[in-house]
């Protein structure tokens, strides 16, 4: 017997790739990242949601590795091993965490509700 606010269709599955994603910047990185990798590749023969999701979890992830690396590389070769430097590294780093964590918690809000991610079309 359904309860009255079950759900009337099957679910689409997209919280799995956010979940991940999460796991990856807040648990267990390396694994999370792997197994984001591994739903990644093997997005083709899932659904168009499912896979939208998959996909932006993907690319963000790299490109949070991307901008906190280059961003303390770029400040390592300008300022060198000083004091501003780990004061620019250390707020560098957790202001784009955070972001991307935020970014994340929206993204699986919109898995929840079965909504596209926030993220560029043509990139999905």
Known sequence: MQYSGGRKTAASGAVVPVVWYLLNLLVIP???FAV???LFAGSADT???RRAHTRAA???SVIGAV???SGVGVAWLALGNTGHFWSFALVWAIV???GFVLWGMIALAQAMSDKRP???AQWL
């Open 30 to 32: 390396l694994v999370g």
């Open 36 to 38: 984001l990798l591994w």
């Open 47 to 49: 659904n168009a949601l």
């Open 58 to 60: 993907m690319f963000m």
């Open 67 to 69: 901008l906190i690396s």
């Open 96 to 98: 784009l965490h955070t």
């Open 118 to 120: 926030l993220f560029p």
